[in-house]
């Protein structure tokens, strides 16, 4: 190990939210509804035919309020980027409407207003597991092919009105999960256990070839913006040294690293090829498609929780419990309450395997630990004294700085949920990642008042040094 943890000169320190995750206000300056707002138990629970009341996200933190004041104290601990997503429903409230609301623009405005006032550099997902909920029940979402005119229309809009001010762009959010939570990924309204590949593999088609369309428009219309894909990142070790394990980790790999090679070599890879042909899928890629997908990322972008063990033996294969993507638990790990496997190091490998692999400068755009913190009084002081998130995220900091010494190109790490919000799993308030403790409860009581957890100051001083004062 090095002695010293160094981060490059401008590197992006800052946090990560979505707005169907914060913002609430979910039938309020004219947006529509979206997908978030039927899925009340997140991804863990069936969806309800329209908004209810025990749906935590339709008031979220209230965000939509309280943005000026959450930004301040976003500032206070240094914040260099803001990663938020645009809520597709504020511009577009259903989806297929030729002109956009103007009260969901002048929103994002304000909030852009109050980032530059802070000096704070936006970096902004145009699709955060938010679609439409008129796309998903009207034209079952991705898997029909005029989202991606849809989705085009939308993405130009916001180039064309916050291009100017916003240099960082991220066109979806997790684009790997399509196939494991089609309808909060893809708008995907037809029931899981009712869709065939054939047709889940077309969605994530029109979804790249939709990304690839946004970075050409983004280029035409911005051309100072910079364009990255962002990917679920899950490191997969063999369980056992046996080489048939090894290749199951190598078709694991595969499957979650397709993604990353079509946004930045910008076709499909052989072994992907060979997927289809096996599986007797046909896919319809037209030659515009094609011409799209040559559009290839600027960066690529991505989060880290987990890492996961694959082997080959059918006894072995037991599914950890909270991993989206499947995998095994890996016997040598520790776990939150939430069964996500605990691994610094290999937030480590990722960044070394991304950056061999796609040689494209990285983001680490959402990393944390969701737990059940409680609001205490220190010194006459509410708080939270959350030593376990400080020893997680300066742990994989440190292999942040360790990657950078490997020659990793990394502009920049925002903690996910850097103020608490609504879970996207499991759509608790409960499972907190912030570091700032938000008064809201799973029965949705609470003030909503915001109080700074002890992270909060630690934070603060890892970003005023720049992760010098990070312990490895």
């Keep these: 190990m090095s002695t010293q943890i160094t981060f490059p000169d401008g590197f992006l320190w800052g946090g990560a939210t979505a707005a169907n995750q914060l913002e609430g206000a979910y039938d309020q300056g004219g947006k529509g509804l979206s997908v978030q707002d039927v899925m009340p138990r997140g991804i863990v629970g069936p969806r309800t035919a329209e908004p209810t009341p025990d749906n ?8 939509y309020h309280r943005y000026a004041e959450d930004i301040a104290l976003f500032a206070e601990m240094g914040f260099k ?6 809520a597709w429903s504020r511009i577009f409230p259903l989806g297929d409407e030729e002109a956009p609301n103007e009260e969901g623009l002048a929103f994002y405005d304000r909030l852009l207003d109050e980032l530059e006032k802070h000096g704070i550099e936006p970096l902004v997902t145009i699709s955060h597991y938010e679609t439409p909920l008129h796309l998903a029940e009207t034209y079952d979402g991705w898997t029909d092919r005029r989202m991606i005119g849809f989705y085009e229309r939308y993405a130009r809009t916001l180039f064309e009105r916050f291009g100017s001010r916003v240099t960082y762009w991220l066109t979806f959010n997790e ?11 893809g708008g995907i309204n037809t029931p899981k256990d009712e869709l065939d590949e054939q047709t889940l593999y077309q969605a994530m088609h029109h979804e790249l070839v939709a990304s690839a369309r ?15 894909c962002m990917v679920l990142s899950m490191p997969v070790y063999p369980l056992s ?14 499957s979650n690293l397709v993604y990353g090679d079509v946004h930045t070599r910008g076709a499909y890879p052989g072994y992907f090829l060979r997927t289809l042909r096996e599986k007797g899928i046909e896919l319809e890629i037209t030659d ?42 890996n016997p040598t790990l520790e776990a939150s309450e939430w069964g996500w496997q605990i691994d610094p190091v290999g937030l480590r490998i990722v960044l070394n395997q991304f950056w061999d692999r796609w040689q494209k400068p990285l983001f680490i755009v959402e990393n944390g630990l969701g737990a ?12 939270v004294v959350d030593d376990y998130r400080i020893a997680y995220l300066n742990d994989h900091l440190v292999q942040v700085g360790e990657a950078v010494l490997d020659g990793v190109d990394v502009l920049g790490y925002t903690t996910w949920g850097c103020i608490d919000l609504v879970s996207a799993s499991t759509a608790q308030l409960s499972k907190r990642y912030g570091f700032i403790y938000v008064d809201r409860n799973d029965d949705g009581s609470g003030t909503l008042e915001r109080f700074k957890k002890k992270s909060f100051d630690w934070y603060t001083e890892v970003i005023r040094t720049n992760g010098a004062s990070l312990k490895a």
Excluded: C, W
Excluded at 175 to 184: D, R
Excluded at 241 to 254: G, N, W
């Design 288 to 329: 515009q498609d094609r011409e799209d997908l040559a559009h290839t990322v600027d960066f690529v972008s991505f989060s880290y929780y987990m890492s996961v063990a694959a082997t080959a033996d059918p006894a072995k294969k037991v599914s950890g419990e909270g991993n989206i993507m499947g995998g095994v638990p």
């Design 372 to 383: 059940k913190d409680q609001l205490v009084e220190v010194d006459g002081v509410k708080t």
């Design 214 to 228: 946004a970075t050409r428009i983004a280029r035409e219309v911005a051309p100072n913006a910079q364009i990255g």
């Design 175 to 185: 684009i790997n999960s399509l196939l494991h939570a089609p309808f909060m990924s």
């Design 81 to 86: 980027t803001y990663r938020f997503s645009i």
């Design 241 to 254: 040294p046996s080489p048939a394990d090894a290749l199951a980790v190598m078709d694991f790999d595969h």
């Design 56 to 63: 935590l996200k339709l008031v979220g933190i209230d965000h």
